[in-house]
């Protein structure tokens, strides 16, 4: 069964750099057709969107992200991570990794099949 | 503020059929499938309804999804106790290039 499991630090200074990692298992991270997101929720709010990347490393982020925001992949380890610059306490939030597949008829949409448990990471001096 | 639009707050009794809205514009819903997800207290979010009114497996039929122009409704049918959590819409918005969600509904069986 795929499981996905964050891991990075849980508190993080203002202006610093975020780094969490994504370690996929019981699959490959390399399957064609299967994206990986990473995915955010504020304390209390609503999700959201952080950037996706496929295993050949195309990546795709969100516009009022895009600056601040770096995703890699390691298949060799079956990983695949996220970089936050700058940041501040509006990013403050519980980070999701998450699988993105294509639906049946070929459409690829928000269809996230599998989460990791969510890393709360609070960014404070 | 989330670009899909959903009601807070939504409450039913044990045995009733409640329905959740989301509204977008034609970026997102109006041209896209939407899909729904259900999140507990402190877990994860999980997939129930994908390409406006599909189940993956094993979710029951008591959950029902349908979408009409730029706004979608998930149905909540034989409400029970356990159906108490928060859903959120999905879509993906083409303006965007990426999926946008609702804020989210917090639902409340009384």
């Known amino acids: 069964q795929l499981q996905l499991q964050e891991s990075g630090p849980g508190l993080v200074k203002p202006s610093e750099t975020l780094t969490l990692t994504c370690t996929v298992s019981g699959g490959s991270i390399s399957i064609v057709g299967y994206y990986w997101a990473w995915i955010r929720q504020p304390p209390g709010k609503g999700l959201e969107w952080i950037g996706t990347i496929y295993h050949r490393g195309s990546t795709y982020y969100n516009p009022s992200l895009k600056r601040r925001v770096t995703m890699s992949v390691d298949t060799s380890r079956n990983q695949f991570s996220l970089e936050v610059d700058y940041l501040t306490a509006t990013d403050t939030a519980v980070y999701y990794c998450?699988?993105?597949?294509?639906?049946?008829?070929?459409?690829?949409?928000?269809?996230?099949?599998?989460w990791g448990q969510g890393a709360l990471v609070t960014v404070s001096s | 503020q989330s670009v899909l639009t959903q009601p807070p707050s939504a409450s039913g009794t044990p045995g009733q059929r409640v329905t959740i809205s989301c509204s977008g514009s034609?970026?997102?819903?109006?041209?896209?499938?939407v899909y729904w997800y259900q999140q507990f207290p402190g877990t994860a979010p999980k997939i129930l309804i994908y390409t406006n009114d599909q189940r993956p497996s094993g979710i029951p039929d008591r959950f029902s999804g349908s979408k009409s122009g730029a706004s979608a409704s998930l149905a909540i049918s034989g409400l029970r106790s356990e159906d108490e959590a928060d859903y959120y819409c999905a879509a993906w918005d083409d303006s965007l290039s990426g999926p946008v969600f609702g804020g989210g509904t917090k639902l409340t069986v009384l």
């Open positions: 034609s970026s997102n819903l109006g041209n896209n499938y």
């Open positions: 998450a699988r993105r597949l294509v639906d049946g008829n070929g459409y690829y949409g928000p269809h996230f099949d599998h």
